[in-house]
């Protein structure tokens, strides 16, 4: 008779905690801010530059990053800078991606390799 071992299952509080995480990721825009965070400090007007939001909407999913512990900021003069709070979203986000282009059927112009950087 095989030995059946019960799976290792999350806690309650953890899985409530991944599923707030894919809330916040679920919105295109939210993902882009972050993914560019990720890559260093931005303000807003650069976030709007590279995803095409305007200045509100990057604002609002700015608040909605932070409110989750996505997102951290730190003020300089007049401008307030906006950085990833966690690497491990790093992760999440690359599979993410690396899986949308394969299941998307083509490439859009970034190879999912180079999200690892």
Same mark, same amino acid.
């Given at each position: 008779m095989p030995d059946v071992r019960a799976p290792s299952v999350p806690t309650d509080e953890h899985a409530r905690l991944a599923v707030d995480t894919f809330r916040m990721l679920a919105d295109p825009t939210r993902l882009k801010v972050l993914w560019i965070l990720l890559q260093g400090e931005a303000h807003v007007s650069a976030l709007c530059q590279h995803t095409g939001a305007s200045a509100p909407a990057v604002s609002q999913h700015l608040a909605k990053l932070r409110l989750a512990g996505l997102v951290s900021s730190r003020r300089e003069g +007049?401008?307030?800078y906006y950085s990833a709070a966690?690497?491990?979203v790093r992760r999440l986000l690359t599979e993410a991606l690396?899986?949308?282009e394969h299941v998307g059927g083509e490439v859009t112009g970034a190879d999912p390799? +180079?999200?690892d950087a």
């Open positions: +007049t401008f307030v966690s690497a491990h690396s899986h949308a390799h +180079t999200y």
